[in-house]
Structures are given as C-alpha cells and as structure tokens.
Nanobody, 126 residues
Framework: QVQLVESGGGLVQAGGSLKLSCVASGLTYSAYHMGWFRQAPGKEREFVAVISWSGGITYYTDSVKGRFTISRDDAKSTVYLRMNNLKPEDTAVYYC???????????????????WGQGTQVTVSS
C-alpha cells in the first residue's frame, strides 16, 4: 500500500519560513517524480513545484520562484519543500504527490499524479 505522509506545516508570520517533508512508502521511490500542490479555501488545487525522479530537474510556479526550494533524499524516500519569505497568499493545505517517470516532469496536470498525501496546513499571518 502506497502512503505519502506530509509534515512540517503550521502557523507562521509573513516573512517567515517553514520546511515541509513528505515521506513515501510502498513504492519504488526513485521511479517517481515528486510534486507539491496546494489548495486554498474556495480555490482549485494549484501546482507549486516538482522535482524529477533523478533530482536533476525542478520546476516551480511563478509565484514561488526564488522563495521555495524543492529537494529529495532518495535514501529516506522523502521530498522536501523549503519555503522562505512566506506571504499570506501562501496560506493553503499543501499536498505532496508522486508521478511515474514515464510522464514528463514539467507537466503540471495533477491528473498525472498517481499518489497523494493527506495534506498539511500552512497558515501565514500578516
């Protein structure tokens, strides 16, 4: 059974930082691109970042470029999202997701992601 478990969310003031983690189990982790999405109340799920199966390619949505960094540790089957200079508009539930490497890493279509975590809440106060 595949499981993705996120952690690291919380309440932070604008300008602060958080680091999200997502531990995967039950899958051949190195065969998957790993992505982060977020969903704010009343809004659709939004792509945030992805890291390729090899770790050599990363993509970000424009609104987080220069502030967020995605990374992965295959020895720990873990993907991270380091978030700096957080803004109130970053408030959302953050989800990690896994996509098979047969797909292009840079596609932002959430339907290509096979497995999802339960989400972790990030709240940024102004």
């Amino acid at each position: 059974q595949v499981q993705l478990v996120e952690s690291g969310g919380g309440l932070v003031q604008a300008g602060g930082s958080l680091k999200l983690s997502c531990v995967a189990s039950g899958l051949t982790y190195s065969a998957y691109h790993m992505g982060w999405f977020r969903q704010a109340p009343g809004k659709e799920r939004e792509f945030v970042a992805v890291i390729s199966w090899s770790g050599g390619i990363t993509y970000y949505t424009d609104s987080v470029k220069g502030r967020f960094t995605i990374s992965r540790d295959d020895a720990k089957s873990t993907v991270y999202l380091r978030m700096n200079n957080l803004k109130p508009e970053d408030t959302a539930v953050y989800y990690c997701a896994a996509k098979a490497r047969v797909y292009s890493a840079d596609s932002r279509d959430h339907n290509e992601y096979h497995f999802w975590g339960q989400g972790t809440q990030v709240t940024v106060s102004s």
